[in-house]
């Protein structure tokens, strides 16, 4: 009798408990551009150096594709572009809060203020707020774009031997299911 009683503890502890699979999906972001959209998860990419400067950030939007793209220019400590490197950066996109994080580590130092940020994104069609913060205890810069709408996201670094470094970041409206009555 003790027994059959731990195995259905046991059992509902084991189904009651969240799974690890349940963390949102994590991808590594890729040298190129794909075509491959997320509309939730983790994307990460990069590599770990000594320190690094965001240079500048250029948003724009293409009406016939429908795809607004977020480039984000990298420089060493001094300011100067990084040739064939990117640093270490982490994007989570949140379907739930309609966001996107990115988290540039290392990134001490930024060519681009917050008044600059919210002129940049002032006629964006798809980003309804956009805040940048810098956390000098973890060395490391943080932009936060806010969704108007559900946006499928892809991201992918640019490490060009003899082109500056940048990070690319195309978002996309999702599609609207349609719900046929039958």
């Not at 400067?53 to 572009?81: C, H, M, Q, Y």
């Not at 913060?133 to 559900?150: A, Q, R």
Request: glycine share 8%; no cysteine.
């Amino acid at each position: 009798m003790k027994l059959a009683t731990i195995l259905i503890i046991a059992a509902v502890f084991v189904l009651h408990t969240p799974s690890v699979q349940a963390a949102s999906p994590f991808k590594k972001s890729l040298s190129k551009k794909t075509g491959k959209y997320i509309s939730e998860g983790v994307i990460v990419g990069g590599r770990v150096g000594k320190g690094y400067t965001l240079l500048n950030i250029r948003r724009s939007f293409s009406k016939k594709a429908k795809i607004e793209r977020v480039v984000l220019d990298i420089g060493d400590l001094r300011g100067r572009p990084v040739l064939g490197e990117v640093n270490y950066f982490h994007v989570s996109v949140d379907k739930g809060l309609s966001r996107v994080v990115v988290d540039l580590s290392q990134v001490s130092r930024s060519g681009v203020s917050q008044a600059q940020l919210l002129e940049l994104f002032k006629k964006s069609p798809l980003v309804r707020s956009a805040e940048i913060t810098y956390d000098p205890e973890d060395v490391s810069t943080n932009l936060v774009l806010k969704m108007k709408k559900p946006t499928f996201v892809e991201v992918f670094q640019l490490s060009e031997p003899n082109a500056p470094g940048r990070i690319v970041i195309d978002m996309k409206p999702a599609k609207r299911k349609i719900r046929r009555r039958g």
